[in-house]
């Protein structure tokens, strides 16, 4: 009979493409099967708990890394994920793919301080629902389980686990070594998703350091941990420990509980060596109380340490039991335990008192079938199997000796037959090499044609063949029962899709999987201790986590008023298991949930009285979903939920109104203000008015009765006037329209502005050039003095800048620009103006702006004196003698000469080197002087021998020197 696996791979042969991108390890984009919601939460925390290392040679250190991962499932494509971590608040956020699972590591720290409060968690929160699994590997052995998400906490928890152990740190010696016990308790791990959360531990058996009530208060995202004591004091083989099982913890907010051995062989091991490679831990999170059932189904561990019962097998190297751990509430009792625990179908009974309930050690690998006549909670728990290779011996050294540590323990809940689920997906982790991985599956022989599987998104069939005793890939019946159950083998990796044809089905099953390891002494120097642990896991099936009793009944206030539908609902009955969640359906309706007790939809788990609402997102759009209330049992209550979208649209603007800038003294400003309905169905306007009845703001609406209904299309129109009275205000209101039965409002803002205008213009004097200068520039502001805005235009036909002498010019872009400016308050526009000189004697001009203001001064006179420079000398100094100009030494001069001037008072003073011919060759400086003596130098080495004029002009005067170049 072909393998399933080999089944598995020519289903993906048929379709190439797929199996291309799941060698390449990325996510296959699945055709996902809906998850049964029973099964999925959006909120999960998440936590490590503790693990026992030892000491070990140091020549040998472990080869195993420490790894913490989740595994995320969602049938939702792009369902956005975060994961907070709560220690160091940092966020990751993931797009997780639907049908493929998200497999994240995790950076940051187990929980491994008992007795003291913890952050060293995570959050993760899912936009749509998920289901997630944990893997943890380290140096010292691994586990897997499935966490509770907090929507299905509870708030009274038991714990089921076994007792904890010894480990031993290894001191070796060339020819020997010692070992010295270290602890390796049971321990219990509390979970808070809730601020002040007070918890109260009651244990039932001895524990490290604490008293016997432990009284505990959490925050969000902390986490608690206690452990067993362990006895160090003798490491005789089978002592057992200090039990734990039974601890009872009560809180009053709902939390997650997980329960472990930190590690343990799960039986007696008799002689070996440090044993160390044969104990593994056992973590598994604990349903509460209200969860419990009371069907249970054990299926053996079908790897290589199970006992075949074939000829010749060596039963010592095989797993000699399991345990089935079963446990009642604390004062419960079962009267009727009725187990099937052979292969004949015949039921034992027996009764079983208190916490402790009982245990099961099953040494023949046939399922088992438990039936209790009160709810319980069971664990399954497996043993190492270990292999003796025999001993070493080292020439004059001595002997040592070689064990196999087979398979090691894992822990497993075995899921009441009534949490059963009809959707599962699951994965085999890959992150430690040499792992084999098997999944274990049962469902009513009834329904065993109706259950389909999917690996990686492709169907794939699941086995066919029956048989009477144990073979893999082959359905065999449990006697006694109506069940059917197989085994097979995973691929690492893969994402599996365990699902019903209908919602009817239901089927249990785990995924585990076991590395074997070893432990070695070799009595040399280059060898000395070596030992690697074994690995084991296992986790059930996404089990369905929903309080096993009847639903609420509810006490309902539903009302509705402005769109909104506001419901107040109280569980009614003496003990009412309370809610789980509320949603909406569809979840892209248009709607939200507004919580007003509790403040958020987040603190819901275990309320018993709710007031929620339901609102639009966008209220000018339609919403229709379903508000579903889901209580603990699973059951939901569903409201419908209907609004019709209501808006107004105002014009000219749907934000503001803006008048302008006003002069005061003006008329009075009217703006139309249309309020008009753009939706298909009738929208009522009840009222329209100004927030501030003080403003200069005022409306003429006709005497306008309200309500009015405007029809689809249909517009309501309003005068909005304002008669500014005080210059320089900025005056602001608000136009009110309530519409939508008096419950929507919409404001429009009102603006306007009184302002003063003020231009202003300088003048411009070019000074005295000669009839031969060259072309001067010189800037013209056009300044904003006022506080209104200026804007520019040509008026009847005449531009926008104009003068009358075309001696002076300006661009005709620049006068383009100006059309276009705006200048606000202290802002100025500059003009370049050229004046050209084309004859003798003075030139002068008015230049005129035209703008929206006339105030202040909108001319600029510009002038400027054309003179025959090289002829006309005022002599070398002023009447009064405060200009002047001095003859320069030596002269003739070669190529430099100094010349030294005075100015009379501050003004523009020019300086210029002429040639006999009239021609300016050298301009030395045209710029503003202080009143006083100044100096220049003139490097004539650039022009030819000859005589020249220095030509001085300042304020009203002029004069010069001649001055002689000689080489």
């Known amino acids: 009979m072909e393998s399933f696996l080999a089944s598995a791979k020519r289903a993906l042969l048929r379709c190439a493409a797929m199996l291309l991108l799941a060698i390449a390890g990325l996510a296959t984009q699945l055709s996902a099967q809906s998850l049964d919601r029973l099964t999925t939460g959006r909120t999960y925390i998440i936590a490590f708990p503790d693990t026992s290392g030892n000491l070990y040679d140091i020549r040998h250190p472990p080869s195993i890394p420490s790894i913490k991962q989740v595994m995320i499932y969602s049938a939702t494509e792009s369902n956005r994920v975060a994961i907070t971590n709560n220690a160091t608040k940092q966020v990751q956020l993931y797009s997780v793919a639907a049908g493929a699972f998200q497999i994240t590591t995790l950076s940051g720290d187990v929980v491994d301080m008992s007795g003291s409060v913890s952050s060293n968690t995570w959050k993760i929160e899912a936009a749509d629902p998920i289901i997630v699994y944990c893997y943890a590997a380290t140096p010292f052995g691994a586990e897997a389980w499935a966490p509770l998400p907090i929507e299905t906490w509870g708030v009274q928890y038991s714990v089921n686990t076994m007792p904890g152990d010894i480990v031993n740190d290894i001191n070796p010696t060339i020819t020997s070594y010692t070992h010295a016990p270290r602890v390796a308790p049971a321990e219990l791990l509390i979970l808070s998703a809730f601020d002040n959360t007070r918890i109260t531990i009651y244990p039932k058996g001895k524990i490290s350091g604490t008293p016997n009530i432990v009284d505990v208060a959490l925050q969000a995202g902390q986490a608690y941990q206690i452990q067993s004591f362990v006895d160090t004091t003798t490491d005789d083989l089978g002592v057992q420990q200090p039990d734990i099982t039974g601890t009872v913890v009560i809180s009053n907010n709902p939390i997650g509980v997980i329960a472990a051995t930190t590690r343990t062989a799960n039986r007696d091991l008799g002689s070996s060596l440090g044993q160390n490679s044969m104990k593994n831990p056992l973590i598994e999170a604990m349903p509460p109380q209200d969860q419990w059932g009371r069907s249970f189904l054990y299926l053996p561990t079908a790897d290589i340490g199970m006992p075949t019962g074939e000829p010749g097998e060596k039963i010592e190297e095989r797993r000699p039991h399991e345990i089935v751990r079963l446990i009642t509430g604390d004062s419960a009792t079962v009267t009727v335990l009725a187990s099937m625990t052979n292969q004949t179908g015949k039921f034992d009974t027996s009764t079983v008192s208190g916490w402790k309930g009982t245990s099961f050690t099953l040494g023949i690998p046939n399922p088992a079938y438990f039936l209790a006549d009160t709810s319980a909670m069971v664990m399954m728990s497996s ?206 309706a248009n709607a939200r949930i507004v919580a007003r007790n509790p403040a958020d939809v987040h603190l819901i788990p275990n309320k018993t009285q709710l007031d929620l609402e339901v609102a639009p997102i966008d209220p000018i759009r339609n919403a229709e979903a379903t508000l579903v209330l889901v209580d603990r049992t699973g059951h939901q209550h569903r409201f419908p939920y209907n609004y019709v979208g209501m808006n107004v649209k105002i014009t000219p603007s749907d934000s503001a109104v803006d008048f302008g800038e006003l002069v005061v003294g003006g008329q009075p400003h009217d703006t139309t203000i249309s309020i008009c309905n753009p939706t298909d169905h009738p929208v009522a306007v009840y009222s329209v008015r100004l927030s501030n009845p003080n403003s200069q703001f005022t409306l003429d609406m006709l005497s306008t009765q309200f309500p009015v209904e405007l029809p689809a299309g249909g517009c309501l129109s309003v005068t909005a006037r304002i008669t500014p009275a005080t210059k320089n205000r900025t005056h602001t209101d608000s136009l009110m329209i309530t519409f939508s039965s008096g419950c929507r409002t919409k404001a429009i803002a009102l603006h306007a502005k009184t302002v003063t205008y003020c231009v202003y213009l300088g003048d411009l004097d070019f000074g005295v050039l000669g009839l031969t200068s060259p072309p001067r520039t010189m800037e013209l502001s056009i300044c904003n003095e006022g506080t209104g805005t200026l804007t520019f235009a040509d008026s009847n036909g005449v531009d926008v800048l104009n003068w009358s002498d075309q001696s002076f010019s300006v661009p005709p872009t620049v006068v383009a620009q100006l059309r276009l400016a705006k200048l606000k308050q202290g802002e100025c526009f500059k003009v370049p103006v050229t004046f050209t000189p084309k004859e003798l004697g003075p030139a002068s001009t008015t230049a ?120």
């Open 848 to 967: 005129r702006v035209f703008a929206n203001a006339r105030s202040c001064r909108d001319t600029s006179k510009w002038t400027a004196t054309v003179k025959d420079l090289a002829t006309t000398v005022n002599g070398n100094k002023s009447a009064d003698g405060k200009w002047w100009i001095m003859q320069n030494r030596p002269n003739p001069f070669g190529n430099r000469t100094r010349l030294e001037f005075s100015v009379g008072e501050r003004g523009n003073t020019r300086v210029v080197i002429y040639n006999e011919a009239g021609m300016e060759v050298a301009e030395l400086i045209d710029s503003v002087l202080e009143a006083g003596v100044h100096h220049l130098e003139w490097d004539a080495s650039a022009v030819p021998v000859g005589r020249y004029y220095c030509r001085m002009i300042s304020a009203e005067w002029s004069g010069g020197i001649s001055l002689t170049v000689s080489r």
């Open 383 to 588: 043993s190492a199997a270990v292999r003796f290779n025999g001993t070493i011996l080292v020439q004059e050294s001595g002997i040592g000796a070689r064990y196999t540590a087979v398979t090691v323990p894992y822990m497993v809940e075995l899921i009441p037959r009534e949490q059963w689920p009809n959707v599962a997906p699951f994965v085999a982790p890959s992150s430690i090499g040499g792992m084999a991985h098997y999944v274990n599956i049962a469902v009513a022989a009834a329904d065993r044609s109706k259950l389909r599987m999917k690996m990686n998104g492709i169907p794939v069939g699941l086995p066919t063949a029956t048989s009477v005793s144990f073979k893999r890939n082959a359905w065999m019946s449990i006697p006694g029962t109506d069940l059917e159950w197989t085994s097979m083998e995973l691929s690492p990796t893969a994402t599996y899709l365990l699902y019903g044809a209908d919602t009817a089905v239901r089927f249990y099953g785990y995924v585990y999987g076991q590395r074997s390891g070893f432990e070695e002494f070799i009595p040399t120097n280059d060898k000395g201790y070596t030992e690697e642990v074994g690995l084991a896991y296992g986790y059930p099936l996404a089990p369905r986590r929903r309080a096993l009793a009847p639903p609420d009944s509810l006490e309902i206030e539903q009302s509705n008023q402005c769109g909104n539908m506001r419901l107040k609902v109280r569980s009614k009955g003496e003990s009412p298991v309370g809610f789980a969640e509320a949603y909406l359906e569809p979840p892209t």
